[in-house]
Nanobody
Framework: QVSLVESGGGLVQPGGSLTLACAASINILSGYDMNWYRQSPGKSREQVAMISSGQSINIADSVKGRFAASRDSAKNTIYLHMSNLKPEDTGVYYC???????????WGQGTQVTVSS
């Protein structure tokens, strides 16, 4: 059973920063692409970042230049570093693990990010 636990969400003013963390019960170096998604009110779920098992990192164009992703393999934890936050970044942010061999997809419970003055 794969467990993903997000943390770090909260209320932040426009222009502020937050870092989200996702602690995984799996070895994130071993056969999983790790992803960050968000779901904003009234919108479909959107992928914002991917950290591949091959260590490449891709950031969605919609947040490029403001968001970054990283991982701490020793802690089996990935991070989403968000800066210059805007009200439209408000939403629930989810961690996802995609098994490359199995195709199985696992989700965390999500963490709420609210950008408001």
């Amino acid at each position: 059973q794969v467990s993903l636990v997000e943390s770090g969400g909260g209320l932040v003013q426009p222009g502020g920063s937050l870092t989200l963390a996702c602690a995984a019960s799996i070895n994130i170096l071993s056969g999983y692409d790790m992803n960050w998604y968000r779901q904003s009110p009234g919108k479909s779920r959107e992928q914002v970042a991917m950290i591949s098992s091959g260590q490449s990192i891709n950031i969605a164009d919609s947040v490029k230049g403001r968001f970054a992703a990283s991982r701490d393999s020793a802690k089996n934890t990935i991070y989403l570093h968000m800066s210059n936050l805007k009200p439209e970044d408000t939403g629930v942010y989810y961690c996802n693990a995609l098994g490359l061999a199995s195709g199985n997809s696992y989700w965390g419970q999500g963490t709420q990010v609210t950008v408001s003055s």
